[in-house]
C-alpha cells in the first residue's frame, strides 16, 4: 500500500470502512470515542468527533483541520442520513479540501425529507403506496384518507422527536408503526397528537420482511450507472420495521431493471440504495430512496462489486478496477442483534450459530480485523455492565 494514496475520510462505521480498506484504501475514521471504526488495521488516522445532526458547523470544521494536514486531498464517504445533509449543505466549504460524490442539493432534502418525496414521487409516477403527510397536533384520525392497515413513518430520522413515542409503545427499536384500523389509529392518537411530531401515513403493502428487496448503484458525474448490485432482507431486529441484521445479495433482474430506470428519472448522480417491497401479487413498490453509503456496501464488496472502491477510484482520477456481477448468495449479519432476531422467529441458538459463522460478511467482526469487536463492541459492553454493577453495589 503506498503511502501516498490519499485518505479515504470515513463517517460510518465497520460496513462502510471495511470494503474501503479490503481495496487497500488508507482509511481516517470520522467516529466518536470507542467507537469500533477507531480501532481497524486499516485505519491510519482518526478525525474527533461531533454530532453531525447538533453540531454539523464544527464537524464540519474538524474535517477542514484535519484536511488542512494532508499532503493530498482525502476522499470524503458519509453513512447516515445526518452525515449525507452535513456534506451536502456545507459542500461549497468542503469541496475545497475533499473530493466526495453527493446529488444535487435540491434532490438531497427531496428524498430525506418524506413530505417532499412523496411530493417528488408524484411529481415523477414513481411506484410508491398511497400516502399522506399526517400534521398529529392539528388534524385527526378522520383526516387520514387512506386504505388500512397503515404504517406510521417519521418525516425524518430525527431520534429525539420520535423515540420517546415508540419507547412509550415498547417499539423502542422499531423504524415505523403498523396500524390495522381506525379504532387503532383513534386510540394512538393522543399520543401522537401530545408529541407534535409530524408523520407520513402509508398504505402498508402486506408480506415479510423478506419481501424487502434493493437496487443499489454508482452513478458517475456524466450519468452512467459504473455499477451495480441486487439484494433482499433475511431478518430484521424487532421483526416488524426494525433494524437490518441478515441480508442477501440477489441477482434480480426485474429490481435491477427497475432500480436503474428510477435511477434516470429521478437524474441521480452518486451513490444509492433503493427500497422496494414486492406485494404478495408480486407487485414491486418503492419505499425510499437512501442517496448515501450504507452498511449493504460490505457484502456487495465480498460479492465482486466494491461500490466505495469504485467512487475512490474516480475521486482521485485513476482507473476503474475491475469489476463485473455481483456473486448471488453473499451473506451478511449483525451478530449481537440477529440472534435475537433468529430467537423471535424461532431459530435455535445451536441452529443459529453456523449459519452466522459462515456468513460471508459480519457487522464489526472479521477474523482478520478483531480489534473493532473486541474493543469497540465487547469491552464497551464490559465497562457498560462494571459501571452498572459499581452503581448498584454503592447505593445505601
Known amino acids: 500500500m503506498s503511502p501516498e494514496q490519499p485518505l479515504a475520510c470515513v463517517i460510518g462505521d465497520m460496513d462502510l470502512l471495511r470494503p474501503l480498506g479490503l481495496a487497500n484504501i488508507p482509511c481516517a475514521a470520522v467516529a466518536p470515542p470507542g467507537a469500533p471504526p477507531r480501532y481497524s488495521r486499516f485505519t491510519r488516522a482518526v478525525v474527533e468527533w461531533a454530532d453531525p445532526s447538533d453540531e454539523s458547523g464544527a464537524l464540519v470544521d474538524k474535517l477542514i483541520h484535519f484536511a488542512r494536514g494532508q499532503s493530498k486531498k482525502p476522499v470524503l464517504f458519509y453513512e447516515g442520513d445526518w452525515d449525507l445533509l452535513l456534506i451536502s449543505r456545507h459542500r461549497g466549504r468542503l469541496a475545497s479540501y475533499f473530493h ?3 446529488p444535487d442539493g435540491a434532490l438531497v432534502e427531496d428524498l430525506v425529507d418524506k413530505a417532499r418525496f412523496r411530493t417528488l414521487a408524484r411529481t415523477l409516477g414513481l411506484p410508491v403506496p398511497p400516502s399522506t403527510q399526517v400534521h398529529t397536533a392539528s388534524a385527526d384520525p378522520d383526516d387520514v384518507d387512506l386504505a388500512y392497515p397503515l404504517i406510521l413513518k417519521p418525516l425524518t430520522r430525527r431520534t429525539a422527536t420520535w423515540m420517546p413515542i415508540f419507547t412509550e409503545l415498547n417499539q ?5 408503526l403498523e396500524v390495522r384500523s381506525r379504532e387503532e389509529l383513534t386510540e394512538l392518537w393522543p399520543r401522537l397528537a401530545s408529541s407534535g411530531v409530524e408523520l407520513l401515513a402509508q398504505e ?3 408480506g415479510p420482511e423478506t419481501n424487502i428487496e434493493s437496487y443499489h448503484a454508482y452513478v458517475d458525474r456524466d450519468g452512467s450507472i459504473v455499477a451495480s448490485f441486487t439484494g433482499r432482507k433475511i431478518r430484521t431486529y424487532p421483526k416488524g420495521y426494525g433494524h437490518s441484521t441478515a441480508l442477501e445479495i440477489t441477482a434480480s433482474a426485474e429490481v435491477a431493471s427497475l ?10 448522480r452518486g451513490v444509492a440504495k433503493l427500497d422496494f417491497k414486492r406485494s404478495p401479487e408480486g407487485t414491486l413498490y418503492l419505499l425510499e430512496v437512501n442517496p448515501r453509503f450504507s452498511l449493504w456496501h460490505h457484502p456487495g464488496a465480498e460479492a465482486g462489486v466494491n461500490l466505495p472502491a469504485l467512487v475512490y477510484d474516480d475521486m482521485v482520477a485513476r482507473t476503474r478496477r475491475s469489476t463485473g456481477p455481483a456473486e448471488p448468495g453473499v451473506r451478511w449479519c449483525r451478530l449481537l442483534n440477529d440472534v435475537k432476531a433468529a430467537r423471535g422467529e424461532g431459530i435455535s441458538f445451536v ?3 453456523p449459519w452466522a459463522l459462515t456468513c460471508d460478511a459480519r457487522a464489526t467482526l472479521a477474523w482478520d480485523d478483531p480489534l473493532p469487536f473486541l474493543r469497540g463492541v465487547l469491552w464497551a459492553r464490559a465497562a457498560a455492565a462494571l459501571r452498572r454493577l459499581r452503581r448498584r453495589t454503592a447505593r445505601p
Open 204 to 206: 402498508l403493502i402486506e
Open 259 to 268: 432500480g436503474a430506470d428510477l435511477i434516470q428519472r429521478l437524474d441521480l
Open 172 to 176: 423502542s427499536e422499531a423504524k415505523a
Open 351 to 353: 441452529r443459529w450459530l
Open 100 to 102: 466526495f460524490v453527493v
